[in-house]
């Protein structure tokens, strides 16, 4: 599917972006892999790794619309990773993480309907479910956009999903690097926010392989959610230091004490299949009929009951502690 295609990631330098890159380069033979992204010393720095004869990096900010349109020309798929994600940091500054997240969505839609894009994916995260903090309302907003742009192309051809999964194990911001580092700082004892609190894990591998497997699955309206393990946040930190002690210091502002990726209102609309669910759209998009429990790869599906939740504290697969560890030493 990927073999002589032209492949772009908004937002590519970070971790998902090298992982993509990675993948793409080992299993394909694409004939371009465009970096956008705004930080250049990132894009330097990603030169080094990623010099085939294929890559090509674009500076610019999704921000930007004309930016977008010209390094949107004559690209076949688009992942959308560019976001503002650090949720302290979008409660102080508001504005500008509505600017990159819903205006940036926006233009990246735009975009790719003037190109002629085929297929664009856009990541979500959990916290897009039933938010609490503006970081996960301006991703519902962005996941409303790209669901909805399904019906704006109209006649065109460009089809538009998203994917939504929990936290990455030693992404940016996860905190595994957090934990490592107070650990060899020496601290006495490990910050806990709850001894209840609960979250999914997914390795960076795992989530490029997904979002990979759904441009050939996606029809155009799907929000794509991996069935994937569940952790203890207590477990975790006594993977990473079974002898310190556990410090609760409380849920921070914005946090849920568990994480949702399939909301119980959204359960009319729900429907799983072996390895995932997919939310299909609210909305009817005119002029064409889709059957989301069937997919581009012929997989079939099933509605679920009314009133199903899919939250990291309710899921059937808790990961112990050795198998923390293992996945951990995988990513």
């Keep these: 599917m990927f073999n002589n295609k032209s492949i772009l990631i908004t937002g590519g330098t970070g971790s998902f972006g090298h992982k993509y890159t990675q993948t793409l380069l080992d299993r394909y033979q694409p004939k371009r892999i465009i970096i956008f992204s705004r930080d250049e010393l990132k894009q330097f720095e990603m030169q080094q ?3 085939a004869p294929c890559m090509r990096y674009f500076i610019g900010d999704v921000r930007d619309p004309e930016r977008l349109k010209q390094a949107f020309k004559d690209v076949d798929y688009v992942i959308h990773a560019a976001a503002m994600k650090q949720v302290p ?3 102080y500054n508001p504005m500008e993480c509505i600017k990159t997240n819903i205006h940036g969505a926006e233009n990246v839609i735009r975009a790719a309907i003037t190109n002629g894009v085929s297929k664009v994916i856009a990541l979500s995260t959990d916290k897009a479910a039933n938010p609490i903090n503006l970081y996960g309302a301006t991703k ?14 109209g006649t065109g051809n460009t089809r538009f999903a998203a994917v939504r999964y929990g936290n990455v194990i030693g992404s940016r911001g996860s905190v595994v690097p957090f934990f490592k580092q107070r650990i060899a700082e020496g601290a ?5 926010t709850h001894p209840d609190m609960t979250r999914f894990w997914i390795t960076l591998q795992d989530g490029v ?4 497997k759904n441009f050939k699955r996606m029809q155009g309206g799907e929000i794509f959610v991996p069935k994937i393990p ?13 002898d310190l002690d556990q410090e609760v210091v409380g849920i ?5 004490m568990h994480e949702i990726m399939c909301p119980a209102d959204d359960s009319h609309h729900t429907i799983e299949f072996d390895d995932h669910y997919v939310i299909s759209p609210s909305i009817k998009f005119f002029g064409k009929e889709m059957d989301y429990c069937v997919n581009g790869l012929n997989e079939s599906g099933t509605p679920v009951e009314q009133g199903f939740e899919y939250h990291s504290g ?4 808790f990961l112990t502690i050795d198998e923390i560890i293992e996945q951990d030493a995988i990513a």
């Design 314 to 317: 309710n899921n059937q697969h």
């Design 140 to 153: 519902l907003a962005s996941d409303k956009l790209f669901i909805a742009a399904n019906n704006v192309v």
């Design 209 to 212: 392989d997904f979002v990979l």
């Design 252 to 256: 921070r502002p914005g946090e849920k």
């Design 188 to 192: 006495t004892s490990l910050p806990i």
């Design 230 to 242: 569940s952790i203890k946040i207590t477990e975790l930190a006594k993977a990473y230091a079974p």
């Design 49 to 51: 790794k990623f010099n």
């Design 89 to 91: 940091a979008a409660e």
